[in-house]
């Protein structure tokens, strides 16, 4: 069985990572703010505590309506993975290589005495060998109603199919306990106790017959179980319940329980059991009288919560129900003729159904309910954005964060009929890359302009850093030479910065760890200004890194003919002094190389920061039949890829958006969405920063055990829009305070008063409440309360809070209510 878990946000604390679509079908508030932790935004600018306090009310009352993040188990638990091999996507519980036994579980494993009912003592131990569910990115209508989602939500965790092996929990006993065989019964074992999975049950009927070869019969517990007895005329309290004497004789009683004769038309001997109106058993221990008249006969009685039956390699019954996938066994030791001994007991689980782990979603191990399995939200640190988009109909861009800051330039353009013919934007604005150690820049060729950028990367095995970079030709008359400068650019000024000024033929230049040589500088008034450069060890001209360290390889020129490998550009060369520098396309050029298509591709880092030791993926360059560029596939499939090499599958849809993630299977799982609902399709690519290896902390601890996990910050500023931009929003305040009202509703940052009411028939004693789409980041939406005054825009928290039924969450909504006493709020549009 698996269970949904909840807790409480906070003002502090991480975010929950994962995606989900903010839209909604007709449902009301809270709808589409609890499938994941939302952002509630007031203005930085807004009077100290007004605005502030509404939005700290709307996240108390959103404070157990938002899943938790996981968190670590209270109690009894050990984490499924170790610190040098970490729980990755695509890792299954293996990674907890071994058996786990009271080293990890001191409580629900620990070792033991167990005492027969003749008083002997045998020691035994306990362990648990887990199965080997795969951690997944996937999306599950069983899982989302579940986990009590409404929309269409992709998720990282275990979808663990029907009949999957999940775990095997054996008490292995060092000395076996030995019982005499009486009538096919184990008459030692049976009125004792036997320790399993951190409880006691009581063995009420142990019959050892019936067991295939090495295994003995069933064995019969109740959970829980109080022992009393009662003699003929008299009644006993045992376990809330009044037992008497109905019937009794040598071998056979009937009880009455509370009154109530049981069992009605039967009777029960040693051993058995009946289940009582309250689903608890009572059972026969032992039965005393003789067939002598006036004997008064007595009898020994246990009643226990719950009856669990075990028949070696048969599925257990929990209270005469068959528990499917639960599986038991006895093993029979080396005992004699008269007796038996008890070798071990094992039970295997296996899910009967589809089952899920997730950070919101424990999986509880049926029957026994001794222990469960969940998880935290992935271990990520915070992501850097890539986008590849198109720029106009016949360019590609590629936006990304390098070491100086965040740059964007484009990679390739298109002919008219949507042909792939340049590297760059334009035939006179061109991006200069090579395959080779040496890059030849034309500023201008015969005269017009040609190149105007290009990039240089450092890399080795543990570090990497790029800059884009521009080149300006030019004659030192003063000097009598050719001169070239370098400048790069500066995402954190957003301009050309010089780097290296004034040099010559035989210079270096140095940029951070960056360093080439310019070998030649020639310049022609009116025909061509170009320089020669030659790379240092560990630079090249064909990558970029990204400030995280993923590896973007460029696309650079290659002869017709040359190898298929990733960065090529296949051309028909032109060119009378050097190679490459003079082109046309090549039109035969293989899918993915050349003018029908290209294909872009991505390395990761390993989960050590290696770089590009992790796996590749790329993306396919096209055009539609509009001849418009767009990006058409991930790893060579639309939607977001497909299951083939280092993809997880096809892309998961978020909600209703025509958006599709997907994760890649390494250890630093770079997270892809292909957006395909404008006409031109793109894809963002978020990766991790810092120490980039991703995981899952999953965790098998005792069923009883709570999970310290919280839903994290709600409550931000609309200067911190970094933080809250890609989440489902609540905006507080209007245009006046709150920019990011303003950019909701289109309206100048700083709207106020007689401005605000020409824009939104909002005036004084007034309120909006209106739902909006895609405003801030695809698929998500957001949510403005905002009033003509401070008190007016608390108004508006107060009904999202105590009347949410009369907002409909669905976007484009919009209601505008007079302020009065509370709860006489008049609408005057929208309901």
């Known amino acids: 069985m698996f269970n949904f878990r ?232 045992v376990g809330g319940h009044e037992v008497g004497i109905a019937f009794i004789d040598n071998d056979e009683v009937k009880f009455t329980v509370d009154g109530v004769v049981v069992p009605g038309n039967d009777k029960l001997s040693k051993g058995e059991t009946h289940k009582l109106s309250d689903g608890s058993f009572i059972g026969v221990r032992d039965i005393s009288k003789l067939e002598v008249s006036g004997e008064t006969g007595s009898v020994s009685f246990s009643i226990g919560t719950g009856k669990l039956e075990i028949t070696s390699g048969s599925d257990i019954k929990l209270n005469d129900d068959t528990i499917t996938g ?115 820049y034309y500023e201008k060729q015969s005269g017009a302009d040609y190149h105007k950028y290009f990039v240089a990367s450092y890399a080795t095995t543990t570090d990497s850093e790029s800059y884009l970079l521009r080149a300006k030709i030019a004659y030192d008359s003063g000097d009598n030479r050719n001169e070239t400068t370098i400048d790069k650019y500066s995402g954190a000024v957003n301009d050309w910065v010089e780097v290296c000024g004034g040099k010559i033929a035989g210079d270096d230049c140095d940029i951070g760890d960056v360093t080439f040589t310019i070998t030649s500088v020639q310049y022609t008034a009116g025909g061509n200004e170009t320089a020669l450069f030659t790379a240092s060890s560990n630079v090249n001209f064909s990558t970029i890194y990204t400030a995280g360290g993923l590896k973007i390889q460029l696309p650079y020129p290659v002869i017709s003919g040359s190898a298929n490998t990733p960065g090529a550009f296949q051309i028909n060369d032109t060119d009378s002094v050097g190679s490459g520098e003079e082109y046309t396309p090549n039109s035969t050029a293989t899918a993915g190389y050349g003018m029908a298509s290209y294909g872009m591709h991505f390395f990761d880092e390993d989960k050590d920061d290696n770089v590009a030791a992790g796996d590749a993926f790329n993306i396919t360059i096209d055009d539609t039949s509009d001849n418009n560029l767009q990006i058409s596939q991930v790893n060579g499939a639309v939607s977001g890829g497909v299951a083939i090499n280092n993809i997880q599958n096809a892309g998961l849809e978020l909600g209703e958006t025509s958006s599709y993630e997907t994760y890649i299977k390494d250890d630093v799982a770079s997270r892809i969405i292909h957006y395909t609902k404008p006409n031109e399709d793109y894809v963002e690519i978020y990766y991790p920063t810092g120490d980039s290896e991703t995981y899952a902390e999953a965790y098998l601890s005792e069923a009883s055990s709570s999970s310290t996990g919280e839903a994290g910050n709600m409550v931000y500023m609309d200067s911190e829009k970094d933080q809250w931009k890609d989440k489902n929003v609540i905006l507080v305040g209007g245009s006046c305070v709150n920019t990011a009202t303003a950019e909701a509703l289109g309206v100048t940052s700083g709207t106020c008063g007689s401005d605000w009411v020409a824009k939104t028939s909002v005036g004084e004693n007034k309120y909006l409440i209106q739902i909006v789409a895609d405003k801030f980041s695809t698929g998500k939406i957001a949510l403005i309360a905002a009033g003509y005054s401070a008190d007016d825009t608390k108004a508006a928290t107060d009904r999202l809070v105590n009347e949410p039924e009369t907002v409909a969450t669905t976007a484009g909504n919009a209601y505008i209510w007079t302020v009065g006493v509370t709860g006489t709020d008049v609408c005057l549009s929208g309901c």
């Open 6 to 237: 909840k807790i409480s946000a906070i003002l502090t604390g991480a975010v929950m990572i994962g995606s989900t679509a903010g839209f909604a079908a007709a449902a009301n508030f809270p709808t589409g703010f609890t499938s994941s932790t939302p952002a509630i935004v007031y203005g930085a600018s807004a009077p100290p505590s007004a605005d502030l306090t509404a939005a700290n009310s709307i996240s108390s009352y959103l404070a157990d309506k938002v899943p938790t993040s996981g968190g670590t188990p209270t109690g009894d638990s050990v984490m499924i993975g170790k610190s040098s091999d970490h729980l990755n996507i695509n890792n299954t519980w293996a990674v907890l290589t071994g058996t786990i036994n009271n080293d990890d579980l001191s409580i629900l494993l620990a070792d033991g005495t167990y005492s027969a009912s003749d008083s002997d003592t045998y020691d035994y131990e306990q362990t648990i060998i887990l199965g080997k569910p795969e951690l997944k990115h996937f999306r599950d209508s069983d899982y989302e109603e579940a986990a009590g989602l409404s929309d269409k939500t992709p998720v990282i965790g275990f979808q663990i199919p029907s009949s999957t092996w999940v775990m095997n929990y054996t008490l292995q006993f060092t000395s076996d306990p030995e019982s005499d065989v009486v009538s096919g019964e184990a008459e030692d074992i049976e009125t004792s106790v036997i320790p399993l999975l951190g409880k006691e049950y009581y063995v009420s009927d142990f019959d050892v017959s019936g067991g295939s070869a090495g295994f003995l019969g069933k064995l019969t517990l109740l959970d829980s179980a109080e022992v009393g007895s009662v003699s003929e005329g008299e009644t006993a309290t």
């Open 326 to 440: 639960l599986k038991g066994w006895v093993y029979n030791g080396s005992g004699t003729a008269t007796t038996i001994k008890v070798d071990k007991i094992e039970i295997e689980w296996k899910t009967d159904d589809e089952a899920f782990v997730s950070p919101v979603v424990d999986l509880t191990m049926p029957g026994f309910k001794a222990v469960k399995f969940s998880m935290n939200d992935l271990k990520r640190n915070e992501e850097e954005k890539i986008i590849v988009e198109r720029d106009s109909g016949t360019n590609i861009e590629l936006s990304l964060p390098i070491k100086d800051g965040n740059v964007n330039f484009d990679i390739l353009y298109a002919n008219a009929t949507g042909d792939l013919v340049g590297i760059g934007k334009a035939s006179d604005d061109r991006l200069a890359t090579s395959g080779n150690t040496t890059l030849k």
